[in-house]
C-alpha cells in the first residue's frame, strides 16, 4: 500500500494509509467501519462534482485523515456537462437587501466553496509537497486569527486608470467608470481561471478602454465633458472587496502623512499606512462645509461589465489539462457567425435610477452590426433589458456603486452589461472546468461585441453629455444622436477600434502561463517576460494581501498580472510619450521630457510614456490595517454597513503537502484495496510566508468565523 504523510491542524504530520474509493457507495462503506483507523481518502475528480461525497465524508470524519483528489476520472466516467462548487447567489453577504431571487443566480451552485471540512483537501497532482508543514489560524475566528496574527486578508491589488490626465486640484465635474472583476475562485485555487466569467468581463473592460483610449488620443483638442475611468477589481469574488475598498477610500480616506510630490502630482501617503498616489481622491465630491451630509463620488455614470463569455454557446467539450499547461489560444480560428451566439447574447440590468442609462446603452447595441445567421435574420438583436427588476440586481460589482457611491450629493446610474437574464448561462461558474476554450474564437467574438456597443455608449456619454435621467431624455438623446453625423462617425471608429488582436493575447495571458504571452513581450520585453513566466499560473484567484512593495516575491502570479494590466492600461491611455521622439526609460529624464509627475511615468516597450493608470489596495472594508507595513490588520470598529465582509486566509508554514512511500499491501476486512499512488512523485513548494492559494487545501486551512462574515 501507500502510506502519506499529511499536514494537520495543531500538528506537524500524521501518518496514515491510503484508501482509493473510486464510488460513492464504496466510500460510504469505508465510512461505515467502526475501528479503520485514520486514512487518507483518494477520490477521483468526478466525487467532486457532486455534493454527496464531500457531504458524506463532512458527516461522518472519524476514519479520514485527509482527503486526495486526483485530478483523473474513474475508469467509464466523462467529465460533467455542468458543475459550479459555488453557492446558487455568489457574494449573497455582500449583495443589497433584497437582492434574492427565487432560485439563484447559479442554478448550477452547489455550495461547496464556503463550507467547512474538518480535514484538509488536497488536489493531485500538482500539490505534492515533500516537506512537513501546517497552517497557524486553526479553527480561529478573524478577530482572534487577526489579534494572533496567523492569518491575512483575501485580497491583493486593483488596476485602474483614467482616460485623460487627472488634475487633483480642479478635477472633472463627472467621471464614467467602467468597471469589471479580475479575479476568480474555485475549490482548488490554483485552477480558478474564470474564463467565461471574471476573465472575459476583464478583457471586454480593456477591449473598451483600448477603443476609447485610440479616440482620445486622435482628438486632443477636444474635450471630455465626462471622464472615463477604467477599473479592474480585484478580490470582487469576495464580498466585492476590491470596489467596495476603491470607493469607500474615494469618500474617506485621509492621509496623516503625505509625501511631497510637488506641483505636478499628488504625491504618496505614509501614514496610516503607504499608498502609492492619492490620486483616487480627485474622484471625491465634497459636502461643502455640511455636516449632516457625507461625501460622494463624481462617479455619474457606471458601466459595470459581468460575465459575457458564456454568451458563445460554440465551447468546446472539457478537457482536464495539467495545471501549468496553457490552453490551445493560438489555434487558428474559424469563423464565427450569429449561430455561434446565444439570442440574444447580453442583458442590461439597471440599477433602480438607471433606466435612461440602459435606455442609451441598448441604442448604442443597436448599432453594432450583429455576425450574420445563415437564413436566419439580419437584424439579430445583440442586447436587450433584462426581464427582472429591481431589486432584482445581478451579483456584479455594480452592486457596490448602487451601495457606497450613493449619497444625497448624487447617486450615479448603473447598468450592469451581463450574458444572462435572471439566472447565470455560465455552466461552470466558479469552477476548476472553467479554463480558455480550445477554440477561443466564440469567446473572443463575443468579447468583442460586447466591447463594440460599450464604447459606443462610452462616446456618447463622454463627448456629448446625453441626458439619461429619464426614459423619455434618453429616448430623446438617442434621436438626436441618430441624426448627428459627428457622433456616429465618432461611435464607428471607436467601435472598428475594438482590436480582436489584443483580445485573443490577452486571453492568452491571462487563463495559461506566459510562455505564448506575446502581449508581457512585447510590455515588458521578452526577457522580462521569461523570467515571469516561471511564476505565472493560469489561475486568477486573488490570493492574500500583501504590500505592494513585497507582492512581487510573495504572490508573484498575481503580481506579474497587475503589472500587464497597468501598463496595457497605461498604454491606451497615456497622455505624452507615444508620439514624437521616444524617450528612454530614465525617471529623471522622462519626468521633465513629458512634464509629468513621476507616479504617472511607465515604461512600455522601452519607451517613457505618461499616464495616469495605478493600482489600489484591495482587501474587505470591514477589516483596516493596525500598522504602517499593512503587514497587520484588525477588523474595523465601526462594522455596521452591509456586507462588509472579512475574508481571510491562515498563514502557512514554509511548505504543507502531503508526502507517500510504499508499504507491504494491506487490504481491509470489508475488502476495500489501498491501491497504490504513483502520483505522488513531484514537489511543489509554497510560499515561506503566506500560500496564495490555500496550498490547494481546503476545511481546516479556511479560517472560520461568524465575525465580519468571514469564512
Not at 248 to 275: L, Q, R, T
Not at 665 to 675: D, K, P, T
Request: with cysteine; charged share 15%.
Amino acid at each position: 500500500m501507500e502510506v502519506v504523510k499529511v499536514g494537520a491542524c495543531g500538528e506537524d504530520l500524521i501518518s496514515a494509509p491510503v484508501a482509493e474509493l473510486n464510488s460513492d457507495e464504496s466510500l460510504n462503506a469505508f465510512l461505515q467501519v467502526e475501528e479503520a483507523g485514520p486514512r487518507a481518502v483518494l477520490l477521483p475528480a468526478n466525487l467532486l462534482y457532486t455534493q454527496s461525497a464531500l457531504e458524506m465524508l463532512a458527516a461522518n470524519p472519524k476514519n479520514v485523515a485527509a482527503v486526495l483528489i486526483a485530478w483523473e476520472q474513474a475508469p467509464g466516467t466523462s467529465p460533467p456537462e455542468r458543475y459550479s462548487p459555488a453557492s446558487t447567489e455568489p457574494n449573497r453577504n455582500a449583495t443589497l437587501t433584497g437582492s434574492d431571487v427565487p432560485n439563484g443566480w447559479n442554478p448550477e451552485g452547489l455550495d461547496l466553496l464556503s463550507r467547512y471540512y474538518p480535514f484538509n483537501i488536497f488536489l493531485l497532482p500538482p500539490s505534492v509537497v515533500d516537506s512537513e508543514g501546517k497552517m497557524w489560524a486553526c479553527n480561529q475566528t478573524v478577530s482572534d486569527c487577526l489579534e494572533d496574527n496567523t492569518c491575512l486578508p483575501v485580497g491583493g491589488q486593483s488596476v485602474w486608470a483614467s482616460a485623460t490626465r487627472l488634475r487633483p486640484t480642479s478635477p472633472a465635474e463627472a467621471y464614467v467608470a467602467v468597471s469589471a472583476p479580475m479575479d476568480s475562485t474555485a475549490f482548488f485555487h490554483s485552477r480558478a481561471v474564470g474564463a467565461a466569467a471574471e476573465v472575459s468581463a476583464l478583457v471586454t473592460m480593456l477591449a473598451v478602454a483600448e477603443a476609447f483610449g485610440a479616440v482620445v488620443a486622435a482628438n486632443r483638442t477636444r474635450a471630455l465633458l465626462r471622464v472615463p475611468v477604467f477599473m479592474g477589481l480585484n478580490a470582487e469574488a469576495y464580498g466585492f472587496a476590491g470596489s467596495r475598498r476603491f470607493l469607500n477610500d474615494i469618500i474617506k480616506f485621509e492621509c496623516e502623512d503625505e509625501e511631497d510630490a510637488g506641483s505636478m502630482g499628488s504625491g504618496v501617503c505614509e501614514k496610516p499606512h503607504y499608498m502609492s498616489t492619492l490620486k483616487f481622491q480627485a474622484f471625491r465630491r465634497q459636502s461643502e462645509g455640511n455636516e449632516d451630509v457625507r461625501t460622494s463620488t463624481r462617479f455619474t455614470h457606471v458601466l459595470d461589465v459581468g460575465p459575457v463569455g458564456s454568451a458563445a454557446k460554440a465551447r468546446d467539450p472539457v478537457t482536464l489539462v495539467p495545471a501549468n499547461a496553457s490552453a490551445a489560444a493560438d489555434a487558428t480560428p474559424r469563423p464565427v457567425t450569429g449561430a455561434d451566439l446565444e439570442d440574444p447574447p447580453f442583458f442590461a440590468h439597471a440599477a433602480q435610477n438607471s433606466s435612461g442609462l440602459r435606455v442609451l446603452l441598448l441604442s448604442a447595441f443597436s448599432q453594432v452590426d450583429a455576425p450574420p445567421v445563415a437564413g436566419g435574420p439580419s437584424d439579430v438583436a445583440l442586447a436587450t433589458e433584462s426581464s427582472t427588476e429591481w431589486p432584482l440586481y445581478p451579483p456584479t460589482s455594480g452592486q457596490s456603486f448602487i451601495s457606497e457611491a450613493s449619497s444625497p450629493l448624487g447617486t450615479p446610474q448603473v447598468v450592469s452589461l451581463v450574458d444572462y437574464d435572471g439566472s447565470f448561462r455560465d455552466k461552470f461558474f466558479h469552477s476548476e472546468l472553467s479554463n480558455l476554450p480550445a477554440d477561443p474564437a466564440p469567446l473572443a467574438a463575443a468579447i468583442s461585441l460586447a466591447a463594440r456597443g460599450l464604447v459606443r455608449t462610452l462616446v456618447a456619454l463622454a463627448y456629448f453629455d446625453v441626458d439619461t435621467s429619464t426614459n423619455e431624455t434618453s429616448a430623446a438623446a438617442v434621436t438626436a444622436l441618430a441624426a448627428n453625423q459627428e457622433y456616429l462617425t465618432l461611435a464607428e471608429t471607436a467601435a472598428d477600434g475594438v482590436q480582436t488582436t489584443s483580445i485573443n493575447g490577452l486571453l492568452t495571458c491571462l487563463t495559461g502561463n506566459w510562455t505564448n504571452c506575446e502581449l508581457a513581450s512585447d510590455f515588458l520585453g521578452e526577457s522580462i517576460r521569461n523570467q515571469l513566466a516561471r511564476s505565472v499560473s493560469p489561475s486568477n484567484y486573488a490570493g492574500t494581501y500583501v504590500p505592494p512593495t513585497r507582492a512581487s516575491s510573495i504572490t508573484p502570479s498575481q503580481a506579474a498580472k497587475v503589472r500587464l494590466l497597468r501598463l496595457f492600461l497605461a498604454n491606451a491611455t497615456a497622455y505624452a510619450g507615444t508620439t514624437g521622439e521616444p524617450v528612454r526609460c530614465n525617471v529623471d529624464t522622462c519626468a521633465g521630457a513629458l512634464e509629468a509627475d513621476r507616479e504617472a511615468l511607465h515604461c512600455v516597450r522601452d519607451r517613457c510614456i505618461a499616464a495616469d493608470a495605478y493600482t489600489h489596495n484591495a482587501y474587505g472594508h470591514g477589516l483596516e490595517p493596525r500598522n504602517l507595513a499593512q503587514s497587520a490588520f484588525v477588523l474595523r470598529d465601526d462594522n455596521s454597513s452591509v456586507g462588509d465582509g472579512a475574508w481571510t486566509e491562515s498563514y502557512w508554514d514554509s511548505s504543507l503537502g502531503v508526502c507517500g512511500a510504499t508499504e507491504d499491501a494491506f487490504v481491509l476486512s470489508i475488502g476495500i484495496l489501498f491501491a497504490g499512488l504513483g502520483v505522488l512523485a513531484g514537489a511543489i513548494g509554497l510560499s515561506a510566508v503566506v500560500a496564495w492559494a490555500l496550498s490547494e487545501g481546503k476545511g481546516t486551512s479556511v479560517v472560520r468565523g461568524a465575525e465580519g462574515g468571514a469564512v
